[in-house]
């Protein structure tokens, strides 16, 4: 199929109808929404499908109409000031499904839009479209009031935790525990030769520093971690090399204005598989390590009063995912005020060797089996395959003039 990719407000032809509108809001959405459009394309190998999203989704066929890039925000103030922005994207967003009529919207994750688009969209539902989310949000954690208004958004709702299916399904939600994606999407070996002859590593070893996806993150976590990491690495015997982890779409300004540390683009499973001990910024990216294996430091700041919310709202006593998935900290957590350069580097040290090390690296060996299993990705794209038999909504030629008339408005 080609595939179509353009910003936000720029012109192009398009195929007027769809049978899937997948909605990912974040480049772990984009991955596992790719992953499963290709499952689903080995089932419906005619299958037209179209997108908010980004480079994976683009990989795997999907027309995209909404690029995705600069939309992972969090915190109450960086959500306040992309509002407008992000309101005029979910505008758009919605004019292109009601032209392209899906038989399915499947949403992933990014539930501060996708539920509330789902609720735009309430009328298409009741002609017929279904609508899918992928990622029940944290209910258990904050904000548990919330669960019967999502059960009532959408037609089925995929959980990624086994406890989560009931916490919806008590409001009549057909909710599905399908397991993790990740599981699927990463390996339990993982080769790392390439990558010691790319950087010259020979048998050094390695500490890694990974500050997340967004530039906010970039820029508060860096210089606590750089300054961490090189105080932990002078007082290892081994003198470590360290690494820093890039996200190639942000500025490298951005990196050097916090360390000259080597910048490593991509590799991400490489480099967590060869490093020995990492500092990472809470999110998806910390449960990834940790199926490798990786004993870790999760880290997280964000403005004050986003964090004055938090401490209001969160119900549990862990956030990094291996914690939260093990139900005890199997790694440390250093957040807001709690995130200095003493601190960081005493964590990093005790993971490096010792009875620390070993507790982690014991904790993190339980992740598959406490994830449940592979097969995610499968059950999820049976779930999207059951709905679009179920759903009622029909093309024909009259749909078809109406949906081409609606996309030339939109232009």
Request: net charge positive; glycine share 8%.
């Amino acid at each position: 199929m080609h595939v179509r990719t353009r910003p936000y407000g720029t012109a192009m032809p398009l195929a007027p109808l769809c049978d899937i509108f997948v909605c990912a809001g974040e480049p772990s959405g984009d991955a596992y929404g790719a992953a499963v459009v290709r499952a689903l394309r080995q089932r419906r190998p005619d299958s037209v499908v179209a997108a908010m999203g980004g480079p994976h989704l683009a990989g795997a066929g999907a027309d995209i109409e909404q690029d995705i890039d600069g939309m992972a925000v969090m915190g109450l103030w960086p959500v306040i000031a992309r509002l407008p922005s992000l309101l005029r994207t979910m505008a758009h967003v919605e004019r292109t499904i009601r032209a392209r009529r899906p038989r399915v919207l499947l949403t992933i994750d990014y539930p501060g839009f996708n539920l509330r688009l789902a609720r735009r969209l309430a009328d298409l539902r009741a002609s017929g479209m279904r609508i899918v989310h992928v990622v029940a949000p944290q209910v258990w954690a904050w904000r548990p009031r919330r669960a019967k208004a999502i059960a009532h958004s959408v037609d089925r709702l995929l959980c990624f935790f086994p406890f989560e299916p009931a916490l919806f399904s008590r409001f009549g939600c057909h909710a599905q525990h399908v397991g993790h994606p990740l599981l699927d999407l990463v390996p339990e070996q993982i080769p790392t030769e390439a990558l010691d002859r790319e950087l010259g590593l020979g048998g050094q070893e390695v500490l890694l520093v990974a500050p997340g996806s967004r530039e906010r993150e970039v820029r508060l976590l860096l210089p606590v971690m750089a300054r961490a990491a090189l105080a932990a690495a002078q007082r290892c015997p081994q003198r470590p090399a360290i690494l820093v982890s890039r996200v190639p779409d942000l500025p490298l300004e951005l990196y050097r204005a916090a360390t000259d540390l080597p910048l490593v683009e991509g590799r991400w499973r490489e480099l967590c598989a060869r490093a020995r001990v990492g500092c990472l910024a809470s999110g998806t990216a910390t449960l990834e390590a940790g199926l490798i294996g990786l004993p870790q430091a999760i880290c997280y700041r964000m403005d004050t009063l986003s964090a004055t919310l938090v401490r209001h709202l969160v119900l549990t006593d862990h956030v990094g995912l291996p914690n939260l998935v093990c139900g005890r900290r199997v790694c440390p957590e250093l957040l807001q005020e709690q995130l200095t350069v003493p601190r960081l580097t005493a964590h990093l040290l005790r993971l490096w060797d010792g009875p620390r090390r070993r507790d982690c690296r014991a904790g993190l060996a339980e992740l598959r089996s406490r994830l449940g299993g592979g097969g995610a990705l499968d059950r999820i794209a049976s779930a999207v395959e059951d709905e679009l038999a179920a759903s009622k909504r029909r093309f024909t030629h009259a749909t078809a003039s109406e949906s081409s008339a609606r996309l030339k408005a939109i232009r």
